[in-house]
């Protein structure tokens, strides 16, 4: 095809020698089929932010990190060079987190190159070569529902080890490739300890999953392994051969006796009060 303006640097760059084709146009990018050498690639290409959605919402940006003060300032106040900063924070959080995930061992795509505001890594394929279907464009039996249920919370596991939360973990960005699942779009991925919103973000993450699995494998909908998971994390006891049974007592939190005392106190004084009260007006 004739490749497309925001494509050409790159082909100038001799980083991409031709596009073959588009392959989708989502929410916050477009995403094309391209040949560099003698493999084939997958550039990904981010809008603007003003054509973006919802995803630059405050949870998403919290305490990630920018270099200067300056930088933070102008985010904070939202000047031109602040949103080109935002801008930038937010496709490196992509390129970031892919080779954060890749180290700790989540089959992401490997990155291979970013620039201009386009991602190039690699095409993740199926049996016969062509881009993976996303699992939402797929049908699956219970087994293999399970089987990739289970894959994919190992992943998770292994991402919130490495302090990664995905944070728009759901059928339409995993695909499935020819060796098995594989976790795309990663620019909203939290920092795991540094945002307040981390627990909630996981906990929809894995209940994505289960809903999801839960289609082709209904016993999978009793299960809660997002509580265990985050439980695990927070008391520190998480690692990535951690056993889940999908199994969580709500535990009441441990009574705090002092106060209850003085709750009791408090109640105590109040009728003695109202007595007296009471007697005066007698
Ligand atoms: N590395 C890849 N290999 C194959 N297809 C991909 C790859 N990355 C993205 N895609 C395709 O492009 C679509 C959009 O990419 P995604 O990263 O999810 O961006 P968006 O923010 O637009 O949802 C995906 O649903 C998938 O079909
Ligand atoms: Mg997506």
Redesign the pocket.
Known sequence: MKPPKRLQGLIEEGLIDTVVRQ??S????M?YVVRCGGETR?A?VYKEATQRSFRQAADYSENRKVRSTRQARAMAKGTRFGRQSQEAAWQSAEVDALYRLAAAGVRV?RPHNFCDGILL????TDDSGD??P?LNDVLLTPEQARSHHATLLIEVVRMLCAGVVHGDLSE??I?LGADGPVI??LPQAVDAAGNNHAARMLLRDVDNLRGFFGRFAPELLHTEYGHEIWDLYQRGALHPEAVLTGRFERKLGPVDVGSVMSEIDDARAEEAARRLRLHAAQ
């Open positions: 392959l989708t989502g929410k916050e990018a995403v997958c990904k795509p890594m690699e095409l993740v881009a993976a996303r339409f960005n695909l795309i779009d």
